[in-house]
């Protein structure tokens, strides 16, 4: 599979992904995430699958752990927390960017009626620990996943046992 990179320190390339390491990396991302249909959990996926967030850590890992995965047409952060809330999604995936314009909706008991979440990925930039912590307090536990498209794209991630000031690090 050919997916191009974002081309943060270069150009833009492609990069190919076997069709092994998008496996071994989908299901180590779920087993990171704790992520199974017997917890009834289900993932909401604000990435593109034309990036290795959306593509690896949405559909693969979603499809590869038997869990529904609900995608979003175009980012909208009201609209995605509406669709947590009325879908009892367990686990969100996003950048700080997405998380930090989420954030107020989240706080608004009339949009965010169920509080579903438990975890989540947060990636694609640097994370801030407030922004980790305040997602925290609304108990959605968030792992910070680092990695790169050549990588499949992840090589470190964050635990739930992880102590906080840990959390919005780049991961073991």
């Known amino acids: 599979f050919i997916l191009y990179t974002s081309g943060t320190v270069t ?3 492609g990069a190919m ?26 993932v909401h996926c604000a990435p593109p699958f034309s990036h290795c967030f959306g593509n690896v850590f949405g559909i693969s ?12 047409k175009k980012y909208d952060p009201k609209k995605s927390v509406e669709q947590i809330s009325k879908h009892n999604l367990t686990l969100t995936y996003g950048t700080p960017t997405q998380f930090r314009k989420m954030l107020p909706y ?9 509080r579903c979440l438990r975890s989540g ?8 620990p407030e922004l980790i912590e305040q997602m925290m307090e609304l108990g959605c536990d968030i792992r910070v ?13 964050t635990r739930s046992s992880d ?10």
């Open 11 to 13: 150009m833009p390339k």
């Open 17 to 42: 992904l076997t069709h092994a390491n998008i496996a071994h990396n989908a299901t180590e991302t779920g087993w990171a995430l704790e992520a199974s249909k017997e917890n009834n959990d289900r």
């Open 61 to 72: 890992m979603a499809w590869l752990h038997g869990i529904p995965l609900y995608i979003v």
């Open 106 to 114: 989240f706080n608004d008991l009339e949009v965010y009626k169920n």
């Open 121 to 128: 990925i947060m990636a694609g930039e640097p994370c801030p």
């Open 145 to 157: 996943i680092y990695g790169l498209t050549e990588a499949s794209p992840g090589t470190n991630v």
């Open 163 to 172: 102590p906080i000031e840990k959390k919005s690090t780049a991961g073991r």
